[in-house]
């Protein structure tokens, strides 16, 4: 899909760069429309009833752009499927090898976390990376059910409740035979994971979205996906 007017020489230099491409067997169809080019992706995988668009995203549009460009946050904010983001495309392809999931403990999690297995078996990776995040002013401690936790409490101590609930949470996601590693995380929502990316040498890092389009507000509040497309170039 390319967002723009539809003349001969465009369509003539995209199907001459799609061309290139290793899809042996597969039925391809290029849509030129013009608008903006996030309503224009949205629109075609709505009507496609798409379960994934991808798309490249640009460290920076602009000198008013974060550091994922205006384009990529807008279709992770409001497509209608999943987004697969790519700052740094190659004509090769990128081959994950380093799966890094975020998750918190609902079902949203757990659809993408058999999408994170989806992606293990079709590039063999053997391993997923899987992190959660917490903070030591929570009163609750969420799966573990224990409330006795008092501000005083060992970081140490909090990590290990917030990992004994991360690994009760993997125990009802079937990710077999795939090697699961887990880790917890003491920062706030989307805060941490960033930098534990980029230590790891994540090539891709998963997170679950809001299950309704960011509203305008939200973008300002506390929000991990908001967060990672903020900070992760």
């Known amino acids: 899909v390319h967002a723009g007017k539809d003349v001969p020489t465009t369509r003539a230099a995209i199907e001459a760069g799609l061309a290139d491409l290793p ?18 992706l ?7 009833n798409a379960q994934l668009l991808v798309a490249g995203a640009l460290e920076k549009e602009g000198v008013l752009a974060d550091l994922v460009g205006s384009t990529a946050r807008r279709l992770a904010r409001h497509a209608p499927c999943s987004v697969l983001l790519l700052p740094h495309p190659k004509m090769t392809g990128t081959a994950f ?18 999408y994170c297995a989806c992606f293990c078996h079709a590039y063999g990776v053997k391993q997923l990376r899987v992190v959660s995040e917490f903070t030591s002013i929570r009163t609750d401690v969420g799966l573990a059910g224990d409330s006795s936790f008092s501000a005083e409490t060992s970081a140490r101590e909090w ?15 079937p990710l ?33 979205a809001p299950r309704t389009p960011f509203a305008f507000l939200e973008r300002f509040f506390s929000n991990s996906a908001e967060i990672v497309l903020q900070r992760l170039p």
Do not use: W
């Open 176 to 208: 077999q035979p795939i090697s699961v590693v887990a880790d917890c995380l003491e920062a706030r929502e989307g805060g941490g994971v960033v930098g534990y990316a980029q230590r790891q040498g994540s090539d891709l890092l998963t997170i679950p």
């Open 97 to 114: 090898e380093r799966i890094l999931a975020h998750v918190a403990y609902d079902e949203a999690s757990r659809e993408m976390l058999s």
């Open 159 to 173: 990590r290990n409740a917030e990992l004994s609930n991360l690994m009760g949470f993997l125990e009802t996601v």
């Open 42 to 48: 949205c629109a075609e995988a709505r009507s496609q």
């Open 23 to 40: 899809f042996p067997g597969v039925a391809r169809k290029l849509v030129i429309r013009p608008g903006r080019p996030d309503k224009v």
